[in-house]
């Protein structure tokens, strides 16, 4: 994780909210410099995101509305990382729960913070091939609207640089995936 030279030094922290998929703190520091301040931080325990390619080279995305933006984004599938499970545990379940596939291939593409600024919240990405379509449909959870989509990495780099609606995540995991997509 980052280091630097000498870390603040906590004085006061205070949990504001306690959510189902996140906290909200802020914590009052003295920097180094000895100036103080608040910050606030969104604790997060984390996601795991699969960059699924068929045997036909198509990436298999989702069409899903997010309310925070008031639309719906185009995003690799992903979830958030359960008490005691690991990145690699929620992803099999969650291809599965949103996209229909199981993969029978795997490779750790990599992680990295999501929104450094204001949240702890770490994406570990994996490439997920081999994939097996399964005999029942998609689940979605009573809080998603989905739609699937296939797209060749052409269209969806197109799509970016275009400036459709992606999320962060699946631009840098769909970066992270690119030497392996030709």
């Known amino acids: 994780m980052p280091s630097g030279k000498e870390p603040p030094q906590l004085l006061k922290q ?36 699969a960059v699924p390619v068929t045997s036909e080279r198509k990436l ?29 545990e929620t992803i099999q379940r969650e291809i599965q729960e ?28 994996f490439l997920a091939q081999n994939l097996e379509l399964l005999d029942k449909p998609p689940h979605q959870d009573a809080d998603e609207d ?11 780099e197109q799509a970016i640089l275009d400036g459709e609606a992606v999320d962060a995540k699946s631009i840098s995991s769909f970066l992270l995936a690119k030497p392996f997509l030709n």
């Open 14 to 49: 205070r949990l504001y909210y306690r959510g189902r998929k996140f906290d909200f703190e802020v914590s009052r520091l003295r920097l180094p410099n000895q100036a103080e301040g608040n910050w606030e931080c969104i604790r997060h325990p984390g996601g795991a995101l």
């Open 60 to 88: 298999i995305l989702l069409k899903q509305y997010r309310f925070a933006v008031q639309g719906r984004l185009l995003e690799f599938p992903a979830g958030t990382i359960e008490l005691n499970e690991e990145p690699f």
């Open 98 to 125: 949103e996209t229909g596939y199981r993969a029978h291939k795997w490779q750790k593409l990599g992680q990295f913070f999501l929104a450094p600024g204001y949240s702890d919240e770490v994406i570990y990405a």
């Open 146 to 156: 989905i739609e699937i989509v296939l797209m060749s990495p052409q269209e969806l």
